[in-house]
């Protein structure tokens, strides 16, 4: 398992069963998502794997929207992945560190949103490779990140005795990991979050990976 890994593990465990109310339905990932369901429509037998798919709501919307589809969501918490069991119908889940995942196969859609936030910049370089290798020529990728420009570790929110590891970064930082050459932008959204739990400004992306053929 990753650096800090353990650490999130454990705490994702923790607070599953509060995790969907509060990280599985944010509103700017679940409309977003819907957007580019609508947009994928037309791709028939769509390859989609959602590295770090929590309690599977976002994999909910593409499984519903896209009945060809074939899905993949991989996620280090056995107790989200319950919760992804109990709404998903055709998708296949694992359970297992993002580090771990052997990137074999050519995905249409990669989706990460999330879950990068808890990788070092080493580790997030490296599945950065990955998924430029594996996602097909005009395939798309939907990302979040937190922005900022430091790594610690904290208390959870919603559950205060339990910590976990967060990696902030800003929006040129991401964006030079997916350069202009490699991707187009088709969506970038900052969103301000200010609630009783956290004050944040949240990056949400959907790119998609020209054809270098064209």
Partial sequence: MSKHQDLNQETYNTIALKYEDIYGQIPTAIALAKKLAEIMVPIKNAQILDL?????????????????????????????????????????????????????????????????????????????????????????????????????????VLEPSKQVYFNYHSESEILSLFSSKEFKTIESVIDEVKDEYETEQDLYLILQKRNSSN
């Fill in 52 to 156: 770090g798919c929590g309690s599977g709501s976002i994999l909910k919307i593409f499984e519903d929207k896209l009945p060809s589809a074939s899905l993949t969501g991989i996620d280090f918490s056995v107790e989200l992945l319950k919760l992804a069991e109990k709404k998903l119908k055709r998708t296949k889940l694992k359970q297992m560190d993002l580090m771990s995942y052997d990137f074999n196969g050519e995905f249409d859609l990669i989706i990460a949103t999330f879950s990068l936030i808890h990788l070092t910049d080493e580790e997030l370089n490296e599945i950065a490779t990955k998924i430029k290798t594996n996602l097909n020529p005009n395939g798309y990728l939907y990302l979040s990140f937190i922005l900022g420009d430091e790594e610690k570790i904290v208390s959870e």
